[in-house]
Nanobody
Framework: QVQLVESGGGLVQAGDSLRLSCAAS????????MAWFRQVPGKEREFVGS????????YYADSVKGRFTISRDNAKNSVYLQMNSLKLEDTAVYYC????????????????WGQGTQVTVSS
């Protein structure tokens, strides 16, 4: 079992930056690939990006590519989502997730989930 807790969400203006963190506890964090998803009410959970166990491969949805960066620190059992040039459409609840493979975009492929953190981008 892996417990995940996201933090760092908040209210920002369009064009601002924000960094989300996800702290893991439980089973060996470095055994898992990690991903970030986001969800707005009435819509399916959307893949944002993922990173492999070692942190040397990252992969992003087209909607965030070039603006968002995922990193991880296995010594600190943490994964991060750096979000730059935020847009109104980035408003969502952001979730981190742990799974066996980094290249899956489907939420069903991820095993453990955090409770989410709200990011609101205003104009």
């Amino acid at each position: 079992q892996v417990q995940l807790v996201e933090s760092g969400g908040g209210l920002v203006q369009a064009g601002d930056s924000l960094r989300l963190s996800c702290a893991a506890s439980g089973r060996a964090f470095s055994n898992y690939s990690m991903a970030w998803f986001r969800q707005v009410p009435g819509k399916e959970r959307e893949f944002v990006g993922s990173i492999n166990r070692n942190g040397n491969i990252d992969y992003y949805a087209d909607s965030v590519k070039g603006r968002f960066t995922i990193s991880r620190d296995n010594a600190k059992n943490s994964v991060y989502l750096q979000m730059n040039s935020l847009k109104l459409e980035d408003t969502a609840v952001y979730y981190c997730a742990a799974g066996d493979s980094w290249y899956f975009e489907q939420s069903s492929e991820y095993i453990f989930w955090g409770q989410g953190t709200q990011v609101t981008v205003s104009s």
